[in-house]
């Protein structure tokens, strides 16, 4: 599965950005998509991850309240709606593929998201 991430860029503090990540090859049924991010000199952390056949999602704490997850018009791509923006959002955001609650087997190039204050 090859993953292609859009929709990163340079936003104000407060303002709203939506991700999209489109996988290409087969998703099984059990498939999960998610996205993390990382921020320079900080570790990889969890952000949201949805089951695209199924709807199932979970968020982690890191962005939770302030984001939505949800399936595309394909069941191959997710998108990711941010809100309420904060200058320690910025991080490099990244797609990823596997089976859903279970590992992550592939991940898209990343997508710069900057939040100024």
């Known amino acids: 599965v090859q993953l292609q991430a859009s929709g990163g860029g340079l936003v104000q503090a407060g303002g709203s950005l939506r991700l999209s990540c489109t996988a290409s090859g087969r998703m099984f049924s059990s498939a999960g998509m998610g996205w993390f991010r990382q921020a320079p000199g900080k570790e990889r952390e969890f952000i949201a991850a949805i089951r695209p056949s199924v709807g199932n999602r979970h968020y982690g704490d890191s962005m939770k309240g302030r984001v939505t997850i949800s399936r595309g018009d394909n069941k191959n791509t997710v998108n990711l709606q941010m809100n309420d923006l904060k200058p320690e959002d910025t991080a490099v955001y990244y797609c990823?593929?596997?089976?859903?609650?279970?590992?992550?087997?592939?991940w898209g190039q990343g997508t710069q998201v900057t939040v100024s204050s």
């Open positions: 990823a593929a596997g089976t859903y609650g279970s590992s992550w087997s592939s």
